[in-house]
């Protein structure tokens, strides 16, 4: 299986930013926020991020193939502006395809891109639920650099 990544065709991004955005709002509830608070913050992530639909200049968006066949997607992209830093700000491996590896070579040539434009470190969210990706990150050499908590009342 030889993984590779691919710039995302202009004309798929717009389709690709409405779909990742409802995913990483429901993310964002499942993982205990409220609604109307995980709205706002995708508003603005998708204001920030994706002026006129379209990418940062410094952000890349990968189709993530296998084979030459579509498994998955990666945005990448300094995490401020002008920072050596980057971000991991989404990985996903389409549903037939995972367990497979392919989230796993996605982000280590993710990382060499990062790399090559100037990162100096990557760093990423995952959320509580999410074991399966905590578990490859951590295999990965990501180490946890703040933990978030909540406590229902």
């Known amino acids: 299986m030889t993984v590779t990544l691919q710039?995302?065709?202009?004309?798929?991004?717009?389709?690709?930013?409405?779909?990742?955005f409802s995913v990483y709002l429901a993310e964002r509830i499942e993982s205990g926020e409220a609604p109307d608070v995980a709205e706002a913050k995708v508003r603005r992530s998708h204001a920030e991020n994706?002026?006129?639909?379209?990418?940062l200049p410094t952000h890349r968006v990968f189709n993530v193939l296998a084979d030459d066949e579509l498994v998955g997607w990666l945005w990448i992209g300094p995490q401020l502006g002008?920072?050596?830093?980057?971000?991991?700000f989404d990985i996903e491996i389409l549903e037939p395809y995972?367990?497979?590896g392919h989230a796993r070579a996605a982000l280590?040539?993710?990382?060499?891109?990062?790399k090559a434009l100037g990162a100096t470190a990557i760093g990423l969210n995952?959320?509580?639920?999410?074991?399966?990706?905590?578990?490859?990150?951590?295999?990965?050499?990501?180490?946890?650099?703040?933990?978030?908590?909540?406590?229902?009342?």
Request: hydrophobic share 35%; net charge negative.
């Open 98 to 100: 995972r367990r497979r």
């Open 108 to 114: 280590e040539l993710g990382h060499e891109e990062a």
């Open 50 to 55: 994706f002026p006129n639909d379209q990418p």
């Open 7 to 20: 710039p995302m065709p202009d004309e798929r991004v717009r389709e690709w930013i409405a779909q990742s």
């Open 126 to 153: 995952v959320f509580g639920f999410n074991a399966g990706a905590r578990e490859l990150y951590d295999k990965l050499g990501y180490t946890v650099t703040s933990t978030q908590m909540k406590r229902a009342l």
């Open 82 to 88: 002008g920072s050596d830093t980057w971000w991991v």
